[in-house]
């Protein structure tokens, strides 16, 4: 199976500072990668799409990159509603079929 | 809109099977595939398989393989999971979910609490 791995595990920071979550696969992804974020007691939010596509209604200050084994997730200026848990998830070619999802980023107030 | 709606919350004992259903509407149910997705109280998220509701494949993850059965209901728009042999690693919060692709089709179920314990 494909494991991805996200760092750090915990990021400080505070209202209007940037943010830059890293992800990294075992096998290449191609761009088959996409970020949620969750929040306590909700289902996660779909953010970013094959690796760098906003999903609707997604502010502008998230963006995604990456391609093969690096991915980042990028929130340019933090608002106070962007402190939760945020996942990577990866939809496999081979063995066809197979998904998993990263261990989390949780971002906090500093 | 699209919904994806869970039955309710389930306490079963150890070695006991589960069954958890998922009934979508707002869209065409035999085009996109359903996911089921759990996360243990404080923990990340694993996924455990899915359907291809047009044709019934399904695909399981390696550590859930042989417990885990997914089904759907076509004329109900409904999917449904059932785990069996339960554990007490088990309990969790399990959420159908149809999860991006090439397309941005992303949708949740409420989730659905499944508690094992003697």
């Known amino acids: 199976d494909i494991v991805l791995t996200q760092s750090p595990a915990t990021l400080s920071l505070s209202p209007g500072e940037g943010a830059t979550l890293s992800c990294r696969a075992s096998q290449s992804l191609g761009t088959y990668l996409a970020w949620y974020q969750q929040k306590p007691g909700q289902a996660p939010r779909l953010l970013i799409f094959d690796a760098s596509n906003r999903a609707t209604g997604i502010p502008a200050r998230f963006s995604g990159s990456g391609s093969g084994t690096d991915f980042t997730l990028t929130i340019s200026s933090l608002e106070p509603e962007d402190f939760a848990v945020y996942y990577c998830?990866?939809?496999?070619?081979?063995?066809?079929?197979?998904?998993?999802f990263g261990q989390g980023t949780k971002l906090e107030l500093k | 809109q699209v919904q994806l709606v869970q039955s309710g919350t389930e306490m079963k004992k150890p070695g006991a099977s589960v069954n958890v259903s998922c009934k979508t509407s707002?869209?065409?149910?035999?085009?996109?595939?359903i996911h089921w997705v759990r996360q243990v109280p404080g923990q990340g998220l694993e996924w455990l398989g899915w359907?291809?509701?047009?044709?019934?494949?399904?695909r399981y993850s390696n550590k859930l393989q042989g417990r885990l059965t997914i089904t759907r209901d076509t004329s109900a728009s409904t999917a449904y999971m059932e785990l069996s042999s339960l554990r007490s690693e088990d309990t969790a919060v399990y959420y159908c979910a149809t999860l991006a692709s090439t397309t941005e089709f992303d949708h949740w179920g409420q989730g659905t609490l499944v508690t094992v314990s003697s």
């Open positions: 707002g869209y065409t149910f035999t085009s996109y595939p």
């Open positions: 359907i291809n509701v047009g044709n019934g494949n399904t």
């Open positions: 998830q990866q939809r496999s070619d081979w063995p066809p079929g197979g998904y998993t």
